[in-house]
């Protein structure tokens, strides 16, 4: 790695950001609940959103000024209260949070991207939101990343934040970044263009490179289907999914374009950032006790490990399975035979770790099942499935579902 981690490293660790986290009033728990992530100068902007029909209003809103094309200067973030399927009001809402935010800030209601997560049909009371970014804007701090990591958590139980820094044409470059989401898991966003194709993970990541648009989004993508795209914790894809990126250039640097050496620098410490925060949100599950990697190979291309690899990670009888520890694999096998790859059952292996399970589609003749328990009981362990020699592969990272799961989300809006 060309790159270190920083110790409580933020979205405030690279040069010219400032942030806040605060109480405005949303959540009943009384904690923080609306965050603030500010430019001192105007950043190149690269986002991908949710896939999912049913798109909040914020992700409209953002989706909208991204295909501008024009630099962008802040994002404000609410939790507690998703505004999502809340109709023309809460596009109404969202767009007014943009236009207070810039007000109290002296930028345009463009340069502002806004997010909400929390409960979906619930209208946004404005008279606490704008409350909460008059708190905001008064408590922004280059040292605020802290805060606002912890201000868009819902049922996180852990602040998920991240920061590296690295050396571009002798000038020191750092990335920061920010996320949430320990429930509705399964993103599988797409990236917003100028010229579009068509709980909640949020993700935001800051840097003071300088780097042009195109690179920019480019690198977002290619972080995010190695990072983002490729964890599954229930299976549900959020309305309101976000990831973000802004890069307003105050490292001084030459300027990074797509293809060259800097750029695949720059990719790789970005990709490590948003893999690292992916990998947390898995862990911090709601409910998880394991951390589990599908690794599928032998498939004719890579699309199709993904589709075995998906259908496993969404079925409920792999997850409690792997909750109770029990070294149950026919449910692997048959979600990776329900999943439409054509393969050979004959020619599949599984092995849990390195402890052979599967050989040529029968259990294996030096199976240990106690040997298959004991891997199953760790916190983190591997399932390898081999279904063939084609050269498809892929990795994908997801958990248990345990009897927590349940009760948090029997009663979530209550």
Known sequence: MNFKELENGSVTSPRGFRAAGVTAGLKPSGQPDLALLVSDVPAEAAGAFTSNLFAAAPVEWDRKV????APMRAIVVNSGVA???TGQQGAEDARTMASYTAELLGVTATEVFVSSTGVIGKQLPMDIVRHGIGLAVKALSHQGGEAAAKAIMTTDTVQK????EFELDGRTVRIGGMTKGAGMIAPQMTLCQNRPKQATMLSYFTTDAAIGREALRSALGHALEHS?????????TSTNDTMIVLANGLAGNDVITEDTPQWYQFVEALRHCATKLAQAMVLDGEGVTKFVELNVTGTADDASARQIAEAIARSPLCKTAWYGADANWGRILCAAGYSK???KPAQVDLDFDDVPVVRNGLVAENADEEAQS???KKRSFQVNLKVGSGPGRFVLWTCD????????????RT
């Open 374 to 376: 004991v891997v199953l």
């Open 161 to 164: 934040r991240i920061a590296v």
């Open 66 to 69: 991204l295909r501008t094309g």
């Open 83 to 85: 505004n999502a399927c």
């Open 401 to 412: 579902l345990s009897h927590e799961y349940v009760n948090i989300n029997a009663d979530y």
């Open 341 to 343: 790859v054509p393969f």
């Open 228 to 236: 983002f795209n490729r964890i599954i914790v229930d299976g549900d």
